[in-house]
């Protein structure tokens, strides 16, 4: 056997913490390997990279075994460490080399035996600050992110639009997104750091969550969440800063609101309703969850219907007024099920473009809409 580095384990758990802040993505080599890389005496960086990437300093004793990047599979290394975590032996983590060249994991008696891998690219490193900016996000202004970041769109489907773009004001913050079915729009009033429009990486948010972050910083082009013993950082989409469509978001948006309401109902009733669908729903493929609605001209009931192979379903909202004119439609209901924090929700139609807007406190939703 060669030289041992020995780590605590609540040290090492607290790492692993960290790195699973950037999950596993299928497909993504550097997503399924923890790269580990010594850095002087007696501590090791480990990296993973997915969209974001997290760095984290592990401080042990001893000497790592190995002089180059080692690439362990994270799919079975975390489980086998995450283990340890309610076992009450006080043993440290121990890595050392056995005579074949494989990294053996032990804590007391159980041990995990690792086979050296190839290099794995796509790990980078942490690029220095430059004028950089603290970022404060309150927890209003956090829900308003985790609200818009349902309707970006992915990466691989529409990198422009893979964001949550955040535009600030003299009174705080718009906050802009777009999946290319829907449009997202948000308006923040309060207090912000954000000195210029940012394509916030909505893989970020669940890291700005986790226990422990020190600050979160803005150096052009990343954004950075620092911790005690690590980094998680992601770049912004360059194709998000160039092409993303602020300009042509507002203007629909503008121009729905110039539109006489169909109706208007209260939102809490409106959640229910979008609710219990939702929960009728839940085992139905999300293409089929297409929610009829219509109204009659003086009533003041709208009804709400999904029609599957075998099952009509059938719901009712009272509105708070008799509806002006009739109207029949399909929404999409994974677009509209989330987005009732207000008091009052307002629905407009414009038929000819197949759009509809709704409006509920904040937020402002313009979708493509099928005319029935």
Same mark, same amino acid.
């Given at each position: 056997?060669?030289?041992?580095?020995?780590?605590?384990?609540?040290?090492?758990?607290?790492?692993?913490?960290?790195?699973?802040?950037?999950?596993?993505?299928?497909?993504?080599?550097?997503?399924?390997?923890?790269?580990?890389?010594?850095?002087?005496?007696?501590?090791?960086?480990?990296?993973?990279?997915a969209g974001a990437i997290a760095n984290v300093k592990i401080d042990g004793t001893g000497i790592w075994p190995y002089k180059k990047p080692f690439y362990l599979d994270r799919r079975l290394f975390t489980p086998f460490v995450s283990t340890f975590r309610e076992i009450k032996n006080k043993f440290n983590f121990e890595f050392s080399r056995t005579e074949n060249g494989d990294l053996r994991v032990r804590c007391g008696r159980p041990f995990e035996d690792f086979s050296p891998q190839p290099s794995v690219m796509g790990y980078g490193e942490v690029p220095k600050l430059t004028d950089a900016a603290k970022l404060v996000i309150s927890e209003d202004l956090l829900a308003l992110m985790k609200s818009a970041a349902g309707y970006a769109a992915s990466e691989a489907g529409a990198p422009h639009l893979a964001?949550?773009?955040?535009?600030?004001?003299?009174?705080?913050?718009?906050?802009?997104?777009?999946?290319?079915?829907?449009?997202?729009?948000?308006?923040?009033?309060?207090?912000?750091?954000?000195?210029?429009?940012?394509?916030?990486?909505?893989?970020?948010? @669940?890291? %700005?969550?986790?226990?422990?972050?020190?600050?979160?910083?803005?150096? #052009?082009?990343?954004? =950075? *969440? $620092?911790?005690?013993?690590?980094?998680?950082?992601?770049?912004?989409?360059?194709?998000?800063?160039?092409?993303?469509?602020?300009?042509?978001?507002?203007? @629909?948006? %503008?121009?729905?609101?110039?539109?006489?309401?169909?109706?208007?109902? #209260?939102?809490?009733? =409106? *959640? $229910?309703?979008?609710?219990?669908?939702?929960?009728?729903?839940?085992?139905?493929?999300?293409?089929?969850?297409?929610?009829?609605?219509?109204?009659?001209?003086?009533?003041e009931t709208v009804f709400l219907v999904v029609r599957l192979p075998n099952t009509i379903i059938h719901e009712t909202l009272v509105v708070m007024e008799p509806l002006k004119t009739a109207f029949k439609f399909d929404w999409p209901l994974d677009q509209v099920s989330g987005m009732f924090g207000g008091e009052v929700v307002e629905v407009r139609l414009e038929p000819e473009a197949g759009v509809s807007y709704v409006k509920c406190g904040l937020i402002e939703l313009a979708m493509s809409t099928k005319r029935v």
């Amino acid at each position: 056997m060669a030289g041992t580095w020995e780590v605590r384990r609540d040290v090492l758990l607290e790492a692993i913490r960290l790195l699973d802040l950037v999950p596993s993505q299928s497909g993504v080599p550097s997503s399924d390997f923890f790269m580990v890389v010594p850095d002087g005496e007696f501590k090791v960086w480990m990296s993973t990279a997915a969209g974001a990437i997290a760095n984290v300093k592990i401080d042990g004793t001893g000497i790592w075994p190995y002089k180059k990047p080692f690439y362990l599979d994270r799919r079975l290394f975390t489980p086998f460490v995450s283990t340890f975590r309610e076992i009450k032996n006080k043993f440290n983590f121990e890595f050392s080399r056995t005579e074949n060249g494989d990294l053996r994991v032990r804590c007391g008696r159980p041990f995990e035996d690792f086979s050296p891998q190839p290099s794995v690219m796509g790990y980078g490193e942490v690029p220095k600050l430059t004028d950089a900016a603290k970022l404060v996000i309150s927890e209003d202004l956090l829900a308003l992110m985790k609200s818009a970041a349902g309707y970006a769109a992915s990466e691989a489907g529409a990198p422009h639009l893979a964001c949550v773009y955040l535009i600030p004001s003299k009174n705080g913050l718009e906050l802009l997104a777009s999946n290319q079915k829907t449009l997202f729009r948000a308006k923040y009033v309060g207090g912000h750091s954000f000195k210029e429009p940012i394509p916030f990486p909505p893989s970020m948010l @669940s890291v %700005i969550q986790a226990e422990g972050l020190k600050e979160l910083v803005w150096s #052009k082009p990343c954004v =950075f *969440a $620092r911790f005690a013993k690590g980094v998680v950082w992601q770049s912004i989409s360059a194709q998000a800063e160039r092409d993303f469509p602020a300009v042509e978001i507002r203007d @629909s948006m %503008i121009r729905g609101r110039k539109i006489i309401p169909a109706f208007t109902a #209260k939102a809490s009733k =409106f *959640a $229910r309703v979008m609710e219990r669908l939702s929960l009728y729903l839940q085992y139905v493929r999300k293409e089929d969850q297409v929610v009829g609605i219509s109204g009659t001209k003086g009533s003041e009931t709208v009804f709400l219907v999904v029609r599957l192979p075998n099952t009509i379903i059938h719901e009712t909202l009272v509105v708070m007024e008799p509806l002006k004119t009739a109207f029949k439609f399909d929404w999409p209901l994974d677009q509209v099920s989330g987005m009732f924090g207000g008091e009052v929700v307002e629905v407009r139609l414009e038929p000819e473009a197949g759009v509809s807007y709704v409006k509920c406190g904040l937020i402002e939703l313009a979708m493509s809409t099928k005319r029935v």
